[in-house]
């Protein structure tokens, strides 16, 4: 038997790679709901490549009760009203906004960092995705944390304009075109141009200077791996479509050469370790779109501390960031929770 799953935010770009993520990996679903908001109520979308082609219903009219698993790619606004109206429906909501995850009974999961944390979903029977930038940085660092115990990390990320979603990816085609044809350059989504410019700006500005952005990987991080390593974050939206990139630098409390980190990194879940040291011995932005896995590349001690080792990471934001994570959510809760049959 398999699960009955709504897919809320349909029509939004994780919503739609959720979409395609579980036909891809061919999620056991008996049936499936595309939710959006009334003004895209009736929207076709895809279900993966299957060929079933699903029409939006109305989020403010979806009764949750009898389904198993909702995914919410809807924003705050409407995972604060309807997830909790899911949850009392009986339905598990792993959401992606940012709405829950600082929730201390709402666990904030990645398969393959904490997944033993998923068990505290019966409390609220909601679940949280963290953010893009923090789910690929949790994954590099938590083999090299079970190895050696991380002290501190500097992160600058180097973040996607999908990320500011369908918008934003707009907002860089329009931009560019405009620049090679002469016309006005204008900026909506973004506080200043974004074509062949970096923005070092994401999210609202805190009272510390630090953006909501540098501040969600801070508590997210600390959340999900430990809460005593010390991060400071500055991250940067950068003219890329797809794909964030991070370089990363952390020290430890243990001895871990470069060589010791590698061979670790290899074999770790979720992890590809690309690391040649030479002319394109590395991996970009463009080649990690549509993969699942984080990328880590330039992986190499830091001779100005203690213990201290620096690498690149790169992950595609709307895979591992967003939907595959949230979709592995549901997998870990089937396996471990919700079997069927």
């Given at each position: 038997?398999?699960?009955?799953?709504?897919?809320?935010?349909?029509?939004?770009?994780?919503?739609?790679?959720?979409?395609?993520?579980l036909?891809?990996?061919?999620?056991?679903?008996?049936?499936?709901?595309a939710?959006?908001?009334?003004?895209?109520?009736?929207?076709?979308?895809?279900?993966?490549?299957?060929?079933?082609i699903?029409?939006?219903?109305?989020?403010?009219?979806?009764?949750?009760a009898?389904?198993?698993?909702?995914?919410?790619?809807?924003?705050?606004?409407?995972?604060?009203?309807?997830?909790?109206?899911?949850?009392?429906?009986?339905?598990?909501?792993?959401?992606?906004?940012?709405?829950?995850?600082?929730?201390?009974?709402?666990?904030?999961?990645?398969?393959?960092?904490?997944?033993?944390?998923?068990?505290?979903?019966?409390?609220?029977?909601?679940?949280?995705?963290?953010?893009?930038?923090?789910?690929?940085?949790?994954?590099?660092?938590?083999?090299l944390?079970?190895?050696?115990?991380?002290?501190?990390?500097?992160?600058?990320?180097y973040?996607?304009?999908?990320?500011?979603?369908?918008?934003?990816?707009?907002?860089?085609?329009?931009?560019?075109?405009?620049?090679?044809?002469?016309?006005?350059?204008?900026?909506?989504?973004?506080?200043?141009?974004?074509?062949?410019?970096?923005?070092?700006?994401?999210?609202?500005?805190?009272?510390?200077?630090?953006?909501?952005?540098?501040?969600?990987?801070?508590?997210?991080?600390?959340?999900?791996?430990?809460?005593?390593?010390?991060?400071?974050?500055?991250?940067?939206?950068?003219?890329?479509?797809?794909?964030?990139?991070?370089?990363?630098?952390?020290?430890?409390?243990?001895?871990?050469?470069?060589?010791?980190?590698?061979?670790?990194?290899?074999?770790a879940?979720?992890?590809?370790?690309?690391?040649?040291?030479?002319?394109?011995?590395?991996?970009?932005?463009?080649?990690?779109?549509?993969?699942?896995?984080?990328?880590?590349?330039?992986?190499?001690?830091?001779?100005?501390?203690?213990?201290?080792?620096?690498?690149?990471?790169?992950?595609?934001?709307?895979?591992?960031?967003?939907?595959?994570?949230?979709?592995q959510?549901?997998?870990?809760?089937?396996?471990?929770?919700?079997?069927?049959?």
């Amino acid at each position: 038997m398999g699960y009955r799953v709504a897919v809320v935010g349909a029509t939004g770009n994780v919503g739609r790679e959720m979409m395609q993520i579980l036909a891809e990996r061919a999620f056991p679903v008996d049936e499936i709901a595309a939710i959006a908001s009334p003004r895209s109520t009736g929207t076709e979308v895809e279900f993966g490549d299957t060929g079933r082609i699903l029409k939006c219903r109305n989020i403010e009219h979806f009764d949750f009760a009898g389904w198993d698993i909702a995914l919410f790619s809807a924003g705050g606004g409407p995972a604060k009203e309807y997830a909790p109206k899911a949850a009392a429906a009986g339905c598990v909501v792993i959401d992606n906004s940012s709405y829950w995850r600082m929730d201390p009974d709402v666990p904030l999961i990645v398969p393959e960092v904490n997944p033993d944390a998923i068990a505290g979903y019966v409390k609220k029977n909601i679940i949280a995705n963290p953010n893009c930038s923090t789910a690929q940085l949790v994954v590099a660092l938590k083999p090299l944390h079970d190895a050696a115990k991380i002290k501190r990390v500097v992160v600058s990320t180097y973040q996607s304009v999908s990320g500011a979603g369908k918008a934003g990816m707009d907002e860089l085609f329009e931009q560019s075109r405009a620049i090679f044809v002469g016309d006005p350059v204008q900026a909506r989504k973004f506080t200043k141009q974004i074509a062949f410019n970096v923005i070092p700006h994401i999210d609202v500005f805190m009272d510390d200077g630090s953006t909501k952005e540098e501040w969600k990987m801070v508590v997210e991080t600390k959340k999900i791996l430990d809460p005593k390593i010390r991060l400071n974050a500055t991250c940067v939206r950068v003219p890329v479509f797809v794909g964030h990139s991070e370089a990363v630098n952390i020290e430890f409390e243990n001895e871990l050469s470069a060589e010791q980190a590698m061979d670790i990194l290899r074999e770790a879940p979720g992890v590809m370790l690309i690391d040649k040291r030479e002319d394109g011995g590395y991996v970009t932005p463009i080649e990690c779109v549509g993969d699942g896995a984080t990328y880590i590349s330039r992986v190499r001690e830091d001779p100005t501390v203690e213990n201290g080792l620096t690498l690149w990471c790169v992950s595609d934001n709307l895979r591992k960031g967003a939907a595959l994570n949230a979709v592995q959510i549901a997998e870990l809760l089937g396996r471990k929770h919700l079997q069927k049959g």
